[in-house]
């Protein structure tokens, strides 16, 4: 009898948070419940030409503890859209939030305008209204999804989104799991934002000591008083590795912490294929299965040539599908430790629910060398004056702190804190593409673009400026092929990210360059890209650490001439009046639909 | 060299670097690039460095494939310029674009306004004979350039007048990765000016940041409203114990360029403190600490104190807490 009232009113607080199609008692979707089969069975990913999304604030829950969440339908990570190839799909976003929200399609090839950039693809979407994304699926693999506006998707606005090929997929597999790795905290993101500004290396409790140097047992804590005394004089800290770390992040897997151990099943003897998607604000996962080699054999939904190691490391925003064959009937640790090695998440794969494998202690924590300074060439004892320093546009300034002296290549090199592992770890030369890139065209010229900051003031921008201190644009030309060059001018890993385009990495490696919408550029190193502007219209160009971005790190790359969009366009008229942002060209687009409800008043 | 002659250079060498795909021919395409004279990369800089040509041959890993072989930077040609500025002006309302565009874009990425109210001393003062008390604190409300600072500290003995205590009003401005300068303006609550009831104002003229070595420092000019010249330097650092037991140094130093009999300073260094405090961050926003402080007047402050019948320096002991948000 007492029981009865309690339920309801549990159910009742529920609906009054809003919790539309919620997916009750579990803020799950069914693929990310512990326990899953995969996604052959028991799954329910959002699939067909019609899609809706209800973006809503629900309570999340965590290591016995409960915070605000902005998700969509309910559940976070966002639901699984799963899509085909060649299909066409409509995507209907209701917002329920009392502000603007918007949905990015990482990964995707699309209009610009239905890219989903507030003030850049599309006006938003504002509160209590719905837009319609209409595209048709042009590309097949891992993706995920994610709002632009503002600090969302700290806060749990992202899901995967996973594309079936039309044809065959060149991966075989008996089973899937999809692995969506994120950095949950119950610290409001302004306040982040707020911390950092106020105290540069707010976050990092993992400073080194006076004293550390003399216990010995860490070799990283190893480093002479003379060394020490040269880091001091630059007044940087070689123990910043990450600006937010898990002093308050909560890493999950598939919306579980480590304490929760989100289960994957299989059936020993199975080849399982796992989809990476790092879907984190700030974090940057070293992954590894102990006990089980992986083969990538995809890298941001690009298939590569499969290729086996122990151990990758996964920039934010970057996808990796990798397939494990467990033949014992035993259970085995997904291990993602961050970066900095402030905090670990772990999942589990067993044939059975309730089987646990070891999780293994935070490695020591990595420190900086003279190479992530950007003196990379001095390792080499080359007299080369005429060091990129000299000669860079960049100069030391209020938001520049620093300017790397002799950046070097470094997608050769093992990531940040991985590089005396005794196991095989990924790098970027390990990956080739299956299929050559489309466009063999040598690039024409060269745009340099330098990736600048102030780890104290924590400012960061493109070429020494901010993108609200009027940057200049990325400006190209149509099928223009171009080679980006990025140089990094600060201590930090920094995930470059293009929208609506894949660039090929240049490597050089006999078997091609790898295809990716995302580079891992590494701390004073440098990294290529050739791109063919191909999809005409303005993008966003950002690094993929969210509080990055908002601090300035993002431009927009645009590229002319347009094509015949503005034809097929009546000529717009003016809705500043209402608080929809109704697209006025509704019924040129079979995409906006939605908004004719909404706003009631188009022309 | 002439640059008729470096630009001939350029070109030729331009030709016989092949670009990056064609390198794939050739799996060893990047260690034999280490051989080649130079590459387009280093002309872009202007200079022949025929000094570094053996430095690359006997580099242990060559130059990258992507290093070595650049194409040259070039503006945009034409047609990038060509069509509307902002694309999404040809689907979407021009104007709730452009609405957009400031709100969205640009100012949520770049643009910050914030704050910080730091009490960095709040202590209790053990003194021969005369227990005190201490405060000092500062807050700041501003962007990454441009901000409003408020300092304010003052101390006293238990049981007697407060003996000083000033306010100051600046506007900072950044000037470098890691100082600020700062102008403004100083008010003395104390020590009034004899036989007046109104405070001592001053201009200020400072420099705060960051100093090489990790060092915090403090430096400002006071002109006071009669013309007298002051300054004030103070330096501090923060030594990790743990990452929670932090050891403080700080050093205060104060000048004048006269005597200013109404205030008992002296020309010169007048006094100088030095002060350990050892805090533990319960969380970095809160810290109770404990310490010790040397400070000592000089010169004619020493005698205009010592004529007051006012203490010259000596040791003190230090509780106090440290807490900011």
């Given at each position: 009898?007492?029981?009865?009232?309690?339920?309801?009113?549990?159910?009742?607080?529920?609906g009054a948070l809003g919790l539309a199609g919620a997916?009750?008692?579990?803020?799950?979707?069914?693929?990310?419940?512990?326990?899953?089969?995969?996604?052959?069975?028991?799954?329910?990913?959002l699939t067909g030409e019609d899609i809706h999304l209800h973006v809503g604030h629900s309570?999340?829950?965590?290591?016995?503890?409960?915070?605000h969440a902005v998700t969509l339908n309910g559940v976070?990570?966002a639901p699984?859209i799963?899509l085909?190839?060649?299909?066409k799909v409509r995507l209907h976003v209701h917002n329920g939030l009392e502000e603007d929200t918007s949905i990015h399609w990482?990964?995707l090839?699309l209009p610009f305008h239905m890219d989903g950039v507030p003030g850049i693809s599309f006006p938003g979407i504002a509160p209590k209204s719905v837009f319609t994304y209409e595209f048709p699926v042009?590309?097949?693999?891992?993706?995920?999804y994610h709002s632009h506006s503002g600090l969302q998707e700290?806060q749990g606005h992202y899901g995967?989104l996973?594309?079936?090929?039309?044809?065959?997929?060149?991966?075989?597999?008996?089973?899937?799991?999809?692995?969506?790795?994120?950095?949950?905290?119950?610290?409001?993101?302004?306040?982040?934002?707020?911390?950092?500004?106020?105290?540069?290396?707010?976050?990092?409790?993992?400073?080194?000591?006076?004293?550390?140097?003399?216990?010995?047992?860490?070799?990283?804590?190893?480093?002479?008083?003379?060394?020490?005394?040269?880091?001091?004089?630059?007044?940087?800290?070689?123990?910043?590795?990450?600006?937010?770390?898990?002093?308050?992040?909560?890493?999950?897997?598939?919306?579980?912490?480590?304490?929760?151990?989100?289960?994957?099943?299989?059936?020993?003897?199975?080849?399982?294929?796992?989809?990476?998607?790092?879907?984190?604000?700030?974090?940057?996962?070293?992954?590894?299965?102990?006990?089980?080699?992986?083969?990538?054999?995809?890298?941001?939904?690009?298939?590569?040539?499969?290729?086996?190691?122990?151990?990758?490391?996964?920039?934010?925003?970057?996808?990796?599908?990798?397939?494990?064959?467990?033949?014992?009937?035993?259970?085995?640790?997904?291990?993602?430790?961050?970066?900095?090695?402030?905090?670990?998440?772990?999942?589990?794969?067993?044939?059975?629910?309730?089987?646990?494998?070891?999780?293994?202690?935070?490695?020591?924590?990595?420190?900086?060398?003279?190479?992530?300074?950007?003196?990379?060439?001095?390792?080499?004892?080359?007299?080369?004056?005429?060091?990129?320093?000299?000669?860079?546009?960049?100069?030391?300034?209020?938001?520049?702190?620093?300017?790397?002296?002799?950046?070097?290549?470094?997608?050769?090199?093992?990531?940040?804190?991985?590089?005396?592992?005794?196991?095989?770890?990924?790098?970027?030369?390990?990956?080739?593409?299956?299929?050559?890139?489309?466009?063999?065209?040598?690039?024409?010229?060269?745009?340099?673009?330098?990736?600048?900051?102030?780890?104290?003031?924590?400012?960061?921008?493109?070429?020494?400026?901010?993108?609200?201190?009027?940057?200049?644009?990325?400006?190209?030309?149509?099928?223009?092929?171009?080679?980006?060059?990025?140089?990094?001018?600060?201590?930090?890993?920094?995930?470059?990210?293009?929208?609506?385009?894949?660039?090929?990495?240049?490597?050089?490696?006999?078997?091609?360059?790898?295809?990716?919408?995302?580079?891992?550029?590494?701390?004073?190193?440098?990294?290529?890209?050739?791109?063919?502007?191909?999809?005409?219209g303005d993008?966003a160009?950002?690094?993929?650490?969210?509080?990055?971005?908002?601090?300035?790190?993002?431009?927009?790359?645009?590229?002319?001439?347009?094509?015949?969009i503005a034809?097929a366009s009546p000529s717009p008229e003016d809705h500043s009046g209402h608080g929809a942002h109704a697209p006025p060209a509704a019924e040129a687009h079979g995409a906006h639909h939605g908004h004719h409800a909404m706003t009631g008043d188009d022309a | 060299?002439?640059?008729?002659?470096?630009?001939?250079?350029?070109?030729?060498?331009?030709?016989?670097?092949?670009?990056?795909?064609?390198?794939?021919?050739?799996?060893?395409?990047?260690?034999?690039?280490?051989?080649?004279?130079?590459?387009?990369?280093?002309?872009?800089?202007?200079?022949?460095?025929?000094?570094?040509?053996?430095?690359?041959?006997?580099?242990?890993?060559?130059?990258?494939?992507?290093?070595?072989?650049?194409?040259?930077?070039?503006?945009?040609?034409?047609?990038?310029?060509?069509?509307?500025?902002n694309a999404a002006d040809i689907v979407w309302n021009p104007k709730l674009m452009a609405r957009v565009r400031k709100t969205e874009l640009?100012d949520m990425?770049?643009?910050?306004?914030?704050?910080?109210?730091?009490?960095?001393?709040?202590?209790?003062?053990?003194?021969?004979?005369?227990?005190?008390?201490?405060?000092?604190?500062?807050?700041?409300?501003?962007?990454?350039?441009?901000?409003?600072?408020?300092?304010?500290?003052?101390?006293?003995?238990?049981?007697?007048?407060?003996?000083?205590?000033?306010?100051?009003?600046?506007?900072?401005?950044?000037?470098?990765?890691?100082?600020?300068?700062?102008?403004?303006?100083?008010?003395?609550?104390?020590?009034?000016?004899?036989?007046?009831?109104?405070?001592?104002?001053?201009?200020?003229?400072?420099?705060?940041?960051?100093?090489?070595?990790?060092?915090?420092?403090?430096?400002?000019?006071?002109?006071?409203?009669?013309?007298?010249?002051?300054?004030?330097?103070?330096?501090?650092?923060?030594?990790?114990?743990?990452?929670?037991?932090?050891?403080?140094?700080?050093?205060?130093?104060?000048?004048?360029?006269?005597?200013?009999?109404?205030?008992?300073?002296?020309?010169?260094?007048?006094?100088?403190?030095?002060?350990?405090?050892?805090?533990?961050?319960?969380?970095?926003?809160?810290?109770?600490?404990?310490?010790?402080?040397?400070?000592?007047?000089?010169?004619?402050?020493?005698?205009?104190?010592?004529?007051?019948?006012?203490?010259?320096?000596?040791?003190?002991?230090?509780?106090?807490?440290?807490?900011?948000?």
């Amino acid at each position: 009898m007492m029981n009865i009232p309690l339920k309801r009113r549990t159910l009742l607080r529920a609906g009054a948070l809003g919790l539309a199609g919620a997916c009750l008692p579990s803020l799950l979707p069914a693929w990310a419940r512990s326990g899953t089969q995969g996604l052959t069975a028991g799954a329910s990913p959002l699939t067909g030409e019609d899609i809706h999304l209800h973006v809503g604030h629900s309570r999340f829950t965590v290591g016995g503890r409960s915070g605000h969440a902005v998700t969509l339908n309910g559940v976070l990570p966002a639901p699984l859209i799963r899509l085909r190839e060649g299909q066409k799909v409509r995507l209907h976003v209701h917002n329920g939030l009392e502000e603007d929200t918007s949905i990015h399609w990482h990964g995707l090839i699309l209009p610009f305008h239905m890219d989903g950039v507030p003030g850049i693809s599309f006006p938003g979407i504002a509160p209590k209204s719905v837009f319609t994304y209409e595209f048709p699926v042009k590309q097949s693999g891992t993706y995920w999804y994610h709002s632009h506006s503002g600090l969302q998707e700290q806060q749990g606005h992202y899901g995967p989104l996973v594309i079936d090929p039309k044809d065959a997929d060149p991966v075989h597999y008996d089973r899937e799991h999809v692995i969506v790795l994120s950095d949950w905290t119950f610290l409001h993101p302004h306040k982040i934002l707020e911390k950092v500004k106020q105290e540069g290396g707010y976050f990092n409790r993992q400073r080194q000591t006076v004293f550390g140097g003399l216990a010995g047992d860490d070799p990283e804590e190893r480093m002479t008083p003379m060394e020490r005394f040269a880091w001091g004089r630059m007044r940087m800290d070689p123990t910043d590795i990450s600006d937010v770390t898990g002093s308050i992040y909560t890493y999950l897997i598939n919306g579980h912490g480590p304490e929760e151990n989100w289960t994957g099943l299989f059936r020993p003897g199975e080849r399982v294929r796992l989809r990476f998607i790092n879907a984190s604000a700030m974090t940057i996962f070293n992954v590894r299965i102990p006990g089980l080699p992986l083969t990538i054999v995809q890298a941001d939904g690009q298939n590569v040539k499969p290729v086996e190691t122990d151990e990758f490391q996964i920039s934010v925003a970057e996808t990796y599908d990798v397939i494990v064959t467990p033949t014992e009937a035993q259970a085995h640790t997904i291990v993602a430790e961050s970066i900095d090695r402030s905090g670990l998440t772990r999942a589990t794969l067993a044939p059975r629910l309730g089987m646990e494998a070891p999780v293994p202690p935070l490695r020591p924590r990595p420190t900086l060398s003279m190479r992530d300074m950007g003196m990379g060439s001095m390792d080499h004892g080359s007299m080369d004056h005429s060091g990129h320093g000299a000669s860079s546009p960049v100069k030391i300034g209020v938001g520049v702190d620093m300017v790397a002296a002799m950046p070097v290549d470094r997608t050769a090199d093992r990531p940040l804190g991985l590089e005396n592992e005794p196991h095989r770890v990924l790098t970027y030369h390990q990956l080739t593409p299956l299929t050559p890139f489309a466009d063999m065209r040598p690039p024409t010229r060269r745009i340099d673009i330098h990736l600048t900051g102030n780890m104290e003031r924590f400012m960061w921008s493109f070429d020494g400026q901010k993108l609200n201190e009027g940057l200049e644009p990325i400006r190209l030309a149509r099928n223009e092929r171009v080679r980006v060059r990025l140089i990094n001018n600060s201590m930090m890993n920094h995930p470059i990210h293009i929208h609506g385009h894949f660039f090929e990495l240049v490597t050089g490696m006999p078997g091609g360059n790898p295809v990716k919408h995302t580079v891992n550029v590494m701390p004073g190193g440098t990294a290529s890209f050739d791109l063919t502007a191909d999809a005409p219209g303005d993008w966003a160009f950002h690094c993929h650490l969210l509080y990055h971005m908002h601090a300035g790190m993002m431009n927009v790359v645009k590229i002319r001439p347009l094509d015949d969009i503005a034809a097929a366009s009546p000529s717009p008229e003016d809705h500043s009046g209402h608080g929809a942002h109704a697209p006025p060209a509704a019924e040129a687009h079979g995409a906006h639909h939605g908004h004719h409800a909404m706003t009631g008043d188009d022309a | 060299m002439s640059r008729l002659g470096l630009l001939a250079a350029a070109c030729a060498l331009a030709v016989l670097a092949a670009p990056a795909r064609a390198q794939e021919a050739n799996p060893h395409a990047g260690h034999d690039m280490g051989q080649l004279p130079t590459s387009p990369e280093s002309m872009d800089h202007g200079q022949m460095q025929h000094g570094a040509h053996a430095g690359h041959q006997m580099m242990p890993a060559p130059m990258s494939p992507a290093e070595a072989s650049q194409p040259p930077l070039a503006p945009p040609p034409p047609e990038a310029f060509t069509g509307p500025e902002n694309a999404a002006d040809i689907v979407w309302n021009p104007k709730l674009m452009a609405r957009v565009r400031k709100t969205e874009l640009i100012d949520m990425h770049g643009r910050f306004r914030g704050s910080k109210l730091m009490v960095d001393r709040l202590e209790y003062r053990g003194q021969d004979g005369r227990d005190g008390y201490l405060w000092d604190a500062e807050g700041w409300i501003g962007g990454d350039y441009d901000k409003l600072w408020i300092k304010t500290e003052g101390e006293g003995a238990f049981e007697e007048a407060l003996e000083s205590a000033e306010v100051q009003a600046l506007w900072s401005h950044a000037i470098s990765p890691w100082f600020d300068v700062q102008a403004g303006v100083r008010y003395d609550i104390r020590p009034r000016p004899k036989g007046s009831d109104a405070g001592r104002a001053h201009a200020i003229l400072g420099l705060q940041g960051l100093a090489p070595y990790w060092l915090e420092v403090d430096a400002a000019l006071f002109l006071s409203g009669k013309g007298d010249l002051t300054a004030r330097i103070e330096a501090e650092h923060d030594m990790c114990l743990t990452n929670s037991l932090i050891l403080q140094p700080r050093a205060e130093v104060d000048l004048a360029a006269q005597n200013v009999a109404e205030t008992g300073t002296g020309s010169g260094l007048s006094s100088f403190e030095a002060g350990l405090r050892l805090r533990y961050e319960f969380i970095p926003e809160f810290a109770p600490y404990i310490g010790i402080e040397y400070a000592r007047l000089f010169g004619n402050t020493r005698d205009y104190a010592r004529a007051e019948g006012e203490d010259t320096g000596g040791w003190s002991f230090l509780v106090g807490v440290r807490t900011w948000f």
